[in-house]
């Protein structure tokens, strides 16, 4: 669903991305870990054309999003193509970025409607399902700021999934919660991994990427330091990096 081969990343002097590379199969959660600032929110920014790569080669669904030549020049697909391709991927922030002035249920009918063209009614029976299946039915006319923040995060869920994407792209969602509220998002991820969404998902929680996750990434300084399955990379680190990221959580 995914292949990114040697991203390469820089914010002016700073090296941010440093040949990065991520594969995804159809299905596939992958966990992303790594401490603060070792270029995890870039990556998925750079998946979804939130930001721009300068070296390496994107692929969603097999098509290129970005290739780089034997010159090292970037080629990246006309707009209106990535528009399309990006529109595949949903992506739930840290810190919900719900429409404020709209309701719930607004929330979820606003991009199907403006991005896809469908009618309100069109899209109505999908919004109200999917608020059944994150819990928040009874909360469709609210406006965000009357909710909790694992509300607004379930309704964020609910949001992406309402444009149907093919991959859904996490960064720490449960970060700016309360520790009492992480469960029922974490709960609302993992009925979705359940069904076999593909899913990358940045995380500080690594209970739920040793549970649910069936491959984790541990990033450092921008780059990739080791992969895994969860058994591996918990129970057997290969390298010091890692083992020293995973004994300062304990
Ligand atoms: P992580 O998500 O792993 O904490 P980020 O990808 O957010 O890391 O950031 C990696 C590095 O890039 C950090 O040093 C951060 O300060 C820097 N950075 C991120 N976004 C920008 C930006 N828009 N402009 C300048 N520096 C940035
Ligand atoms: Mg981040």
């Known amino acids: 669903m995914i292949r990114a081969i040697d991203l390469h990343k820089r914010f002016g002097e700073l090296a941010v991305l440093r040949g990065v590379s991520l594969e995804v199969a159809r299905g596939e ?6 401490p603060s600032g070792s270029g995890k929110s870039t990556l998925l920014r750079c998946l979804i054309h939130l930001e721009t790569i300068e070296r390496g ?3 969603i669904e097999g098509r290129p999003l970005v290739s780089t030549d034997a010159h090292g020049h970037c080629h990246y697909l006309p707009e209106a193509e990535i528009r399309q391709l990006c529109g595949r991927m949903g992506m739930v922030f840290q810190h919900f970025n719900l429409f404020p002035h709209l309701t719930v249920l607004q929330n979820l009918i606003e991009a199907p409607v ?11 029976p999908l919004a109200e399902e999917l608020l059944r299946k994150v819990g928040l039915f009874d909360k469709r006319d609210n ?11 379930r309704v964020a869920i609910a949001r992406a999934l309402a444009m149907q994407p093919d991959i859904l792209l996490f960064d720490e ?21 359940e069904e076999h969404m593909t899913m990358v998902v940045v995380t500080h929680e690594m209970g739920f990427a040793r549970e649910v996750a069936s491959r984790v990434v541990f990033m450092d ?3 990739v330091v080791e992969a895994g399955t969860p058994q591996q990379l918990f129970g057997a680190p290969q390298q010091p990096r890692t083992r020293a990221f995973l004994t300062q959580l304990l």
């Open 29 to 34: 959660v992958v966990a992303v870990i790594g």
């Open 57 to 59: 080669a994107i692929e």
């Open 114 to 124: 403006t991005v896809k063209g469908l009618s309100r009614d069109a899209v109505l």
């Open 143 to 153: 406006y965000p700021s009357r909710l909790s923040g694992g509300q607004k995060q």
């Open 173 to 193: 969602p449960t970060s700016a919660l309360d520790p009492e509220l992480t469960g029922e998002v974490l709960r609302t991820m993992r009925a979705l991994a």
């Open 221 to 223: 300084g921008g780059q």
